[in-house]
């Protein structure tokens, strides 16, 4: 609910104490004595509901007794008008004016209401009088409406600053989905960021491909390890990552499985290219050198792939492309092995999540 601005009630003195100064929306003992004696009087009780915002309004509206209250909406403070103050006053200002405010009664309110005709002929028979009301009237609601501007700033400005903070909030999340999807080590996809990739596969698809998978996974790293110390073992995977990152199109996924596994899921015309990508990862990797260590030890790769079916799943993907990557690991490493077309159709990816 929104808040209540209470205006002033009471005459405000003059500094100087010498002469008593209206508040804007009070009237002066003649003016107030004036629109009671012209206008109707009614009684409201509390509750009721005096206009409503949006209306046509066609009377203006003084207190006797009681309290009015002004509920603006959007957020805006509500305002109390108190005994001897005017409200709905614009609309005798400037022809078929929409209420801006419902006017509530807070409790039982006597009122004294002023139409069109009879303000106009207010005018005619007490010029002097009316001029000063509508003067007082007038910068009163100037000064309204220049508060209501700044308000709109500020608030215009909290927006801004609200707006902002969501901005880091999205970015932050962006990057906190980013990092979980990526091996801290090579800076590829992990295991993670691949099957959220394959998730979405659908949108990614390319027409007039298949799908391929390669498994590509270090000859005797342990032993690597053991001779040259892990700091080159992490050099030697770094330096993995990026030749299956060369051999990869920009809509293929390199991805670190784990340990020294990597995988290369590729959209491929055919067989052919499957192979031809493997060939450019097993050569790239022979090319390789590691000042320390590489002089007695080469650095090989043992790849498995296959063209993934139609309809089936990561599991049997996976699992194809894992018994070539045996094949080749069992004829002593440094190549590759392509497993032959499967038909197996199974269910979905969740499988193996
Ligand atoms: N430096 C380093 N080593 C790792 C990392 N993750 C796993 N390893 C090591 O990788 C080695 C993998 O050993 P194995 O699974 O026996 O594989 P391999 O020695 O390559 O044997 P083959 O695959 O049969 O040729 C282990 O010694 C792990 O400790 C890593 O992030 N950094």
Redesign the pocket.
Known sequence: MASVQAEPTKIAHAAHGARAVLLPRQLSDPEFALFARVGGRREVQPGEIIFRRGELGRSMFIVESGQIQLEFGDGMPDKLIGPREFFGELVLFIGSHTRVANAVALNPVVLHIVDHDTFDELIASEPRLLAQFMRRSFSYLVASEQQLIQSLKRRNEDLMVTLDSLRQTRTQLSTAQRLVQTDE?TGLCNRRGLYMFLERLAEYRLPGTVLGLLLI??????????RCG?????Q??RAIAEEVQNAAASTDVPARL???EFALLMQVTGEEELRARATQIIAGVHALRFPGCNEGLGVSV?IGGGLCADGADWAVWYSDADAALYEA?GRG?DGYEVAPPHGNQSGGLHSVI
């Not at 892990?230 to 992490?234: P, R, V």
């Open positions: 080590l996974d270090l000859d005797r790293f342990k032993q690597i390890n053991d892990h700091l080159i073992g992490d030697v995977l784990g340990g020294d043992s690991k490493g």
